[in-house]
């Protein structure tokens, strides 16, 4: 549904875009915003007047995208680590705790969800600082074998 101001302007600022128009464009993207959040603050207070929590709902938002970023990268990280290495017991249980943070996310507690993905994000972390450290060993090694074939 595209009708109203802050389309008109979008739609207007996305032309001059295309027309390397570019002062129009930064011009008619910024009324654009303008009426948006003009928009964005109205319908926040009408459900604050209704007494809806807007902020669990966002949080709930950012939540599952934070989740969803932990899962890409630690779905990466297989391909980085040999069969039967420590740190594919690692990957378990990072996954382990994603899925527990999904779980909690679902039924709405916020706060077991913060926390097992916050345990998930710490094992990713030492993961990958664990992978950085058998990397720097690896390179000299490489190096020289270079040189020594080269």
Not at 10 to 37: K, Y
Not at 89 to 110: F, H, K, R, S, W
Not at 115 to 140: F, M, Q, V, W, Y
Request: some cysteine.
């Amino acid at each position: 549904m595209e009708s109203g101001g802050g389309w008109v302007y979008l739609n207007t600022a996305t032309d001059a875009l295309l027309n390397l128009q570019f002062g129009d464009a930064i011009e008619s993207a910024r009324e654009a915003l303008e009426i948006f959040r003009d928009v964005l603050r109205s319908i926040n207070e009408m459900l604050i007047d209704s007494g809806i929590e807007t902020e669990e709902i966002l949080d709930a938002q950012l939540l599952q995208e934070a989740i969803d970023r932990s899962r890409d990268r630690n779905a990466q990280l297989p391909a980085l680590i040999d069969n039967d290495h420590e740190l594919e017991t690692d990957l378990i249980e990072a996954e382990g705790y994603l899925e527990a943070a999904q779980a909690a996310l679902e039924d709405y507690n916020l706060q077991d969800a913060k926390d097992a993905l916050n345990e998930a994000n710490s094992i990713i972390s030492n993961i990958c600082t664990e992978l950085r450290e058998i990397a720097k060993g690896l390179n000299p090694g490489r190096i020289q074998s270079y040189l020594v074939h080269a």
